[in-house]
């Protein structure tokens, strides 16, 4: 048999993905509705798709251009320290010590952290001096957090519970490929 054929008949086939072609956003002003869409569609983006990086850029493209936030991204819990991960806007710092600044005490306390005014934050750490507030969710895998999902407005005062609510929704999805 020719060797190369055996070789490319060996090879472990990759299930075709289905996702879909492109991301219905929904023309609403109202963020609930907005969110309500954009929600089933970032589960059908990750459905059976193992690999975290890969899911993670879709979903931070996704939350970017439904939300059309002005930093979307993750930090990914690596070696005792976040490291910066997938994300879109302007570029970032790539290393937050544990309980430093809005993802590291996000990190540290196990919790959502909403901050509303950045300057009124101790220790928050300014990648940007666009941003004015900050919303941060942490994702567990065997209850320890993996990861965080930060969002950052040039607003002050842009997140509420609203946020909360759904992106804790976008957080349950990912801890189901973690
Ligand atoms: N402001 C964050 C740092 C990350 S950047 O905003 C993208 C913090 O205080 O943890």
């Known amino acids: 048999m020719n060797p190369l054929f055996r070789k490319r008949s060996r090879r472990k086939k990759i299930p075709n993905k289905r996702m879909a072609e ?16 954009l929600i ?15 899911n993670l850029s879709n979903i931070a493209a996704a939350l970017r251009q439904t939300m ?4 979307v991204g993750f930090y990914l819990v690596k070696n005792n320290e976040l490291v910066l991960g997938p994300f879109q ?4 710092c790539t290393r937050i010590a544990f309980g430093k600044g809005v993802c590291g005490a996000s990190w540290k306390e196990k919790k959502v ?26 994702a567990f895998k065997n209850n320890e ?6 969002v950052d407005s040039d607003k002050l005062n842009d997140f509420d519970e609203i946020d909360e609510i ?3 929704q976008v957080m349950t999805v990912i801890e189901k490929f973690l």
């Open 113 to 138: 952290i909403l901050v509303p005014d950045v300057e009124e934050f101790p220790g928050h750490i300014a990648c940007s001096s666009d941003s004015k507030s900050e919303i941060v969710l942490p």
């Open 166 to 168: 759904y992106l804790k």
């Open 40 to 54: 089933p569609q970032i589960q059908s983006l990750v459905e059976g798709e193992p690999d975290i990086v890969a």
């Open 89 to 92: 806007g302007p570029i970032a």
């Open 68 to 71: 059309n936030f002005f930093w």
């Open 145 to 150: 957090v993996a990861l965080v999902l930060d």
């Open 22 to 37: 492109q991301l219905i956003i929904a023309t609403s002003e109202n963020k609930t509705e907005r969110y309500k869409i």
